[in-house]
């Protein structure tokens, strides 16, 4: 079995900063691209940041400029750095990774982790 977990979340102020981590850990071969969502309070859930395995990234608009998503495919781990965060990025982040299991296969599929609250306040 595959297990996504995510840690960093919490509360900070408006114009603070926080680091989200997501570690892949399991019977798995390879990665392909792993990504952040989100979710707030009577919204749907929507795409933050995603980033290849050769490193290409994608942000969300609201995002730009203000977070970093990185990898290291050696800890089978993605980040997300927020900086000057706001209280409309107020929501439970999740990690998401697309996952090879089989060598023989390159069938691949969708994990999530259980997620991370991130509140801003004002």
């Known amino acids: 079995q595959v297990q996504l977990v995510e840690s960093g979340g919490g509360l900070v102020q408006a114009g603070g900063t926080l680091r989200l981590s997501c570690a892949a850990s399991?019977?798995?071969?390879?990665?392909?691209?792993m990504g952040w969502y989100r979710q707030a309070p009577g919204k749907q859930r929507e795409l933050v940041a995603s980033?290849?395995?050769?490193?290409?990234?994608n942000y969300a608009d609201s995002v730009k400029g203000r977070f970093t998503i990185s990898r290291d495919n050696a800890k089978n781990t993605v980040y997300l750095q927020m900086d000057n965060l706001k209280p409309e990025d107020t929501a439970v982040y999740y990690c998401n990774a697309e996952i090879r299991r089989d060598s023989m296969s390159y069938y691949t599929t969708n994990y999530w982790g259980k997620g991370t609250l991130v509140t801003v306040s004002s």
């Open positions: 980033i290849t395995s050769g490193g290409s990234t």
């Open positions: 399991g019977n798995l071969f390879s990665i392909n691209a």
